[in-house]
Nanobody
């Protein structure tokens, strides 16, 4: 399984970016796809997740109402639309895929055995 994240860049506060994550290989084991982020000196944290079947979505409180996760099943691609960006959103963003069916575990990095390489998002003030 390979996950390829793209779409990061430099944007001013209040701006928008759209991240993409293309999955290839044996993705039929995926039940959830997630986005996580890691700022310098901080732990990797959950941002959003989507259930591959049914499309239910889950968000961290810090991004709720500003970020939207979606998927294109036909293209095995997950997106993260980020609006109203803030300087504190600056981080390397990682996409991840996993077989868990336990909703309570989707915020944990341990639930995702497959990870993309990360894409840097920088929000200037």
């Amino acid at each position: 399984v390979q996950l390829q994240a793209s779409g990061g860049g430099l944007v001013q506060a209040g701006g928008s970016l759209r991240l993409s994550c293309a999955a290839s290989g044996r993705t039929n084991s995926f039940r959830f796809m997630g986005w996580f982020r890691q700022a310098p000196g901080k732990d990797r944290e959950f941002v959003a997740a989507i259930r591959w079947s049914g499309g239910h979505t889950y968000y961290a409180d810090s991004v709720k109402g500003r970020f939207t996760i979606s998927r294109d099943n036909a293209k095995n691609t997950v997106f993260l639309q980020m609006n109203s960006l803030k300087p504190e959103d600056t981080a390397v963003y990682y996409c991840a895929g996993g077989p868990t069916l336990i909703v309570s575990s989707i915020m944990s990095t341990h639930s995702y055995p497959y990870w993309g390489q990360g894409t840097l998002v920088t929000v200037s003030s």
